[in-house]
């Protein structure tokens, strides 16, 4: 996590997590093969790695790989009332 949000390095966190998803997947089969339930117990966390890693992998391309100029230089809950998203003295 702190590779994709804290680093921005998109190509880094995908690798990180198609890794992980393999070493788990690859868990599961033999813990599958030892004891079913052991298996099966870790069938949802495969699920979320997987979906993790097509949101990785989808964020990264939509962004062309490259965070660096999709950052506000500061958050907007620290900006008080003035800011950009929400114009709340505009009268309805």
Avoid: H, Q
Wanted: proline fraction near 7%; include cysteine.
């Amino acid at each position: 996590m702190p590779l994709f949000f804290t680093f921005k390095r998109p190509i880094e966190a995908t690798a990180d997590i198609v890794a992980l998803t393999g070493i788990t997947g690859y868990l599961t089969y033999l813990w599958g093969k030892v004891d079913k339930v052991a298996g099966w117990a870790l069938a949802p966390y495969l699920g979320w790695l997987c979906f993790a890693t097509y949101l990785s992998a989808g964020a990264g391309y939509l962004n062309d790989w490259n965070f660096d100029d999709k950052e506000e230089p500061t958050p907007p809950s620290t900006k008080g009332k003035e800011t950009k998203f929400v114009d709340e003295s505009a009268e309805k």
